[in-house]
Every structure is written in structure tokens, then in C-alpha cells.
């Protein structure tokens, strides 16, 4: 366990564009706003989705396609620096017609319908992604 403490800074809420990329939209407001560590939320709605289930034997991702309009019920995630870049990383549950739900890490071609973002800004020493090999993840470093 490793722990570091932030303070909160500014908060964003951004309307997402119509048929962009969910990761990349938010990317790019948290680019636009210079944003490299904060908190993320939202709600909405995507045209189509592909989420991932991490095989933790594996060390990979599985991807798997949402091919039909869902809610966005509820996005989940953080914004900090990966090999120096705006990274993002969101949990998604999403909606079939039914009501009936999915979820899991979002991957890149989930297509937004309408989005609802909020980021919120964390002021401190960015946090930074590097290679765990405990786990195969980029995860946070000096934690
Ligand atoms: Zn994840």
C-alpha cells in the first residue's frame, strides 16, 4: 500500500462531442484544461462500446464488443500520466433496452451518443503510470 496526498483544484464539466471516442474526448479536455492528475465521472449515453476484462494469469486484456446502443450509467476513473502523455483510465456500467447491464474497463471505440462529463482537478506532484511486474499493469509509481 502506498498512499500520497492531494488537494482538490479545479473542476470541469464538459459536454461530450456526438460520435467521438469516449477515452479521447476526455483526453483531450483534460489536455485543453492542463489537468494531469484529477478524478473523473459521467453519464450518458454511447452508440456502441468495447470494454476489457483483465486475465490477471494471463496478463492481458480481453476485449469484448457492446454492438447496440446503451445508457451510460455510470463512468468511473482517473486522469495521470503514462510515458509522459494525458492517460486515461474508466470503469464503465452501461444499459441495454432492458435495463440489463455490463461493465468493465473501457477500451478505446466506445462511441459516444451524448456525454455528460466531470473532472475534477487534483493539485500535487502528478501522479505517474510505469510497468508493474507483479501485476502487468502500468500502474501508479512512488505509492
Ligand atoms: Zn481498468
Known sequence: MGAREFTRGRRVVARLAHGG????????????????????????????AR??????????????????????????????????AIFVHAHATLAGHDGACVAGHVAPGCVVFAGELVLQELVGEPLEREFDEVTGLALWRDL
Not at 489537468?35 to 452508440?47: C, P, V
Request: glycine fraction near 10%.
Open 51 to 84: 470494454l476489457a476484462f483483465y486475465d490477471q494469469s494471463a496478463h492481458e486484456y480481453g476485449e469484448f464488443a457492446v454492438d447496440a446502443p446503451v445508457e451510460l450509467i455510470g463512468l468511473l476513473g482517473n486522469v495521470s500520466l503514462k510515458d509522459g
Open 21 to 48: 471516442d469516449l477515452l479521447e474526448e476526455i483526453a483531450a479536455v483534460a489536455e485543453e484544461h492542463g489537468m494531469r492528475t484529477a478524478e473523473l465521472r459521467a453519464i450518458g449515453a454511447l452508440q456502441a
